[in-house]
């Protein structure tokens, strides 16, 4: 097998080599890898500089480049774990390289995860988390990290694939990506919730092919109750723009949209809480120049749309709504500023170029872009 010399971030490894002419490299070699996903393994070693965690469990490793990254890059003890012995020969190679607290595993990812505890678990399979999700909820202490390729089914467009796998309701809308988001998170919620235990999210974002959400874990029943609280539902009306959310419910109430009458579709349950933690990204930002990112410039100015979103459940695509009015769209920034401007809290939103997250209203949208026309 050959082998050629990779460095992401400040680690230095070998992994298999890639048919670069494939219709998806990573798939072509005998261990899976994707440069694709490195602004994700970014994010995570930067994340993990921050909270440091006392172990990390990387439970579905391939080449194991995230957790060889967390043990050389952060020095947090790690856990690298594959059920494919040929990617564990190569895990174990590439750890000698390193004078870190570093073990290697051969086994499948549930059976490990239901035989021991770990103080931070990453959980990143190709397609959908689920069938994993339970034992990872059990096995994490403090820290659950999840990852979902499986984009589809979760923003809508493969339906009855996302009621299975996460028992809630998406709609193919323009904000689906954030939908997508807050359906895996409810099912992280879902899963701990029965064992007692609640969650606060620190990290969560989509990007590209995926949902990324890193949670901390609270073992009390308080807080299961208070995550419960979290999950509820987005409104959508099926003729106009307008949407709505309701929190603290496991079944949707009827709403009927107050701008055309029709009965709004609810989408979810969903987590409807915040998508980061207080404090966490300004701790990541202040650690970022003195780390090294391939993604570093991408990073920052990722870190600062998160940080400046609003709380709230869903954005607006405001090109839509200009498309809906008939009116051309104002530049983002001036739009945004406006409505600051008028008391609104408004900002852009990484789920989406042309989104916006605000206070306002459908219609005060509505009006303030009617008004910028004329």
């Known amino acids: 097998m050959d082998l050629h010399e990779i460095t992401e971030g400040s680690t230095t490894f070998y992994a298999p080599v890639q048919d670069e002419n494939a219709e998806f490299p990573p798939g072509s070699a005998p261990v899976f890898y994707n440069t694709r996903m490195e602004f994700n393994r970014d994010m995570t070693i930067l994340l993990m500089s921050v909270i440091k965690p006392e ?14 990254r967390v043990a050389n890059e952060t020095h947090v003890p790690a ?6 012995p040929t990617a564990v020969k190569i895990i174990e190679e590439n750890a000698k390289r390193f004078d870190e607290d570093i073990k290697v595993t051969c086994d499948d990812a549930n059976r490990l995860m239901c035989s021991g505890r770990y103080d931070a678990v990453d959980l990143d399979p190709f397609g959908t988390p689920m069938p994993f999700l339970d034992a990872a909820s059990r096995a994490a202490k403090r820290y659950l990290f999840v990852t979902a390729t499986d984009t589809a089914p979760l923003c809508g467009a493969h339906l009855k694939a996302g009621l299975r796998r996460y028992f809630s309701t998406p709609i193919n809308t323009e904000y689906h990506s954030e939908v997508g988001l807050r359906m895996m998170m409810g099912a992280m919620a879902r899963e701990l919730v029965k064992y007692d235990r609640g969650m606060e999210p620190i990290l969560s974002f989509a990007k590209n092919h995926y949902y990324r959400s890193h949670v901390k874990i609270i073992a009390k029943v308080p807080a299961a109750d208070a995550t419960m609280g979290e999950i509820g539902f987005i409104h959508e009306c099926p003729n106009c723009l307008y949407r709505s959310e309701e929190k603290g419910a496991l079944l949707p109430t009827e709403e009927v949209c107050p701008y055309c009458g029709a009965k ?15 404090g966490i990204i300004d701790a990541m930002l202040e650690n970022l120049p003195s780390m090294q990112f391939g993604t570093g410039r ?3 100015k990722f870190l600062n749309i ?18 809906d009015i008939r009116v051309s769209p104002p530049k983002m920034e001036d739009f945004v500023a406006k409505l600051n401007d008028m ?8 789920f989406h170029p042309t989104g916006i997250k605000t206070s306002a209203s459908l219609g005060v949208l509505t009006e303030v872009l009617k008004d910028w026309e004329q």
Request: with cysteine; aromatic share 12%.
């Open 55 to 68: 172990e990390y469990l990387d439970s579905m490793a391939a080449t194991g480049i995230r957790g060889l």
């Open 79 to 84: 856990i690298i774990n594959d059920f494919n």
């Open 264 to 278: 709004t579709l609810p989408i979810g349950p969903l987590w409807m809480g915040k998508l980061q933690g207080e």
């Open 298 to 300: 991408q990073m920052e």
């Open 306 to 323: 998160l940080k400046d979103e609003p709380d709230c459940g869903f954005f607006y695509d405001y090109h839509a709504i200009c498309r």
């Open 343 to 350: 008391g609104y809290v408004t900002a852009r939103t990484h």
